[in-house]
């Protein structure tokens, strides 16, 4: 591995050791009980063994409205709610998912179904569809559409399968954004809830390890993260992506161990 490479799997693992150095992340400008009882209100609640409202109604890409049980396609799923015109951490989200897919060995539709569900209302199909193909554009699989469903809903669909998954969002009507938790929903083919891999950094054996857990119809415990799409920052009046901080404390940790790096190689040539 070339010294570019070694230093981004170094990022990589720092990464992932901040993410599990901080097992509730939780992006909130106020401070006290009350604001922290206010996010952590937000948190996945774990739903294992619940069944999905499979009569619930949404509609794909297309137009065409379904019930929810005739996307699943007698497989396990794997459900990301979000939505299409998130200004914060959606997109990084499904990004991260899709990557750890690729490198998981999973092939859709053949392993698994992807249902990404909006959690607003007033998006429609061409949103979805944009988003979808904007993602397929980044996916190296050309037969994942086939198993990839990006879905709209009206509000009462989008709440019995947030209640079903265990699933908290609220709208701040100030900033037009909803506050929501990250992470992913696994759904056994029967359409029952198996398990959870909470807040971002997916990786491929995770991932992996889910599905087959929801392929065998079996409850796993979700780990006990949080991280929240927003972040409000009292200098601008504005939230902006929480995980920035986790980039700046990256970065600064690249740079000392290049430094490092520099100063070892630097010693070893004077000797």
Not at 102 to 117: E, F, I, K, N, Q
Not at 141 to 151: C, D, I, R
Request: with cysteine; charged share 15%.
């Amino acid at each position: 591995m070339n010294t570019v490479g070694a230093m981004a799997a170094r990022w990589r693992s720092v990464m992932r050791a901040a993410m599990l150095a901080c097992p509730v992340i939780i992006a909130w400008g106020g401070t006290g009980v009350a604001a922290d009882e206010a996010m952590q209100a937000l948190a996945f609640t774990p739903r294992q063994g619940v069944a999905l409202p499979l009569d619930a109604r949404f509609a794909d890409t297309t137009g065409q409205v379904r019930p929810l049980g005739a996307f699943l396609g007698g497989r396990p799923a794997i459900v990301s709610m979000g939505y299409y015109a998130c200004p914060n951490m959606c997109g990084l989200e499904r990004a991260d998912l899709l990557h750890a897919l690729a490198r998981s060995g999973l092939h859709s539709p053949a392993d698994y179904t992807l249902l990404v569900v909006s959690i607003d209302p007033s998006e429609t199909p061409v949103q979805a569809r944009q988003a979808r193909d904007d993602d397929l554009a980044h996916f190296p699989a050309s037969t994942a559409g086939a198993g990839w469903h990006f879905l709209t809903g009206d509000a009462a669909s989008i709440g019995r399968l947030s209640r079903a998954v265990g699933f908290h969002a609220r709208f701040d009507p100030r900033l037009g954004q909803y506050l929501h938790p990250m992470g992913l929903v696994f759904v056994t083919p029967a359409g029952v809830v198996s398990g959870y891999v909470l807040g971002v950094g997916y990786q491929p054996g995770d991932v992996r390890q889910a599905v087959a857990h929801a392929a065998r119809g079996e409850r796993v415990a979700a780990s006990p993260v949080l991280l929240l799409c927003f972040h409000y920052d009292e200098t601008t009046g504005r939230y902006t992506l929480a995980v920035e901080k986790l980039l700046r404390i990256g970065g600064g940790l690249t740079v000392l161990m290049l430094g490092t790096m520099l100063f070892m190689a630097h010693r070893r040539g004077l000797r």
